[in-house]
């Protein structure tokens, strides 16, 4: 599986960004793709994933009501839609694929199988 992730930027606050993923090859065993982000001096963090067979989305607390993942299973894509971005989203977005942990109801960096190349998304205030 190779994923291509595009679309960050620079932009002001309160501004607009919406990031793709393409999947490439994908396997029937990730069933879940997402966003997780790194911003400097810190870890890599869930943003946001959503789920290839119901399309069940979940969102960090910190981007609910902001934005807004979804997909298009023809096309092997998924979107994250930023809205309202804050200088604290400033970040470089990596698009993971791997699978669901039904036990802790999430999906996190251990559970993924694939990593897309990263890209920039910085906020000015």
């Known amino acids: 599986v190779q994923l291509q992730a595009c679309g960050g930027g620079l932009v002001q606050a309160g501004g607009s960004l919406r990031l793709s993923c393409a999947a490439s090859?994908?396997?029937?065993?990730?069933?879940?793709m997402g966003w997780f982000r790194q911003a400097p001096g810190k870890e890599r963090e869930f943003v946001a994933s959503?789920?290839?067979?119901?399309?069940?989305?979940q969102y960090a607390d910190s981007v609910k009501g902001r934005f807004t993942i979804s997909r298009d299973n023809a096309k092997n894509t998924v979107l994250l839609q930023m809205n309202s971005l804050k200088p604290e989203d400033t970040a470089v977005y990596y698009c993971?694929?791997?699978?669901?942990?039904?036990?802790?109801?999430?999906?996190?960096?251990?559970?993924?199988?694939?990593w897309g190349q990263g890209t920039q998304v910085t906020v000015s205030s």
């Open positions: 993971a694929a791997g699978l669901w942990d039904y036990y802790s109801n999430t999906f996190y960096t251990g559970n993924v199988d694939y």
């Open positions: 090859g994908r396997t029937f065993s990730n069933n879940v």
């Open positions: 959503i789920t290839w067979g119901v399309g069940s989305t």
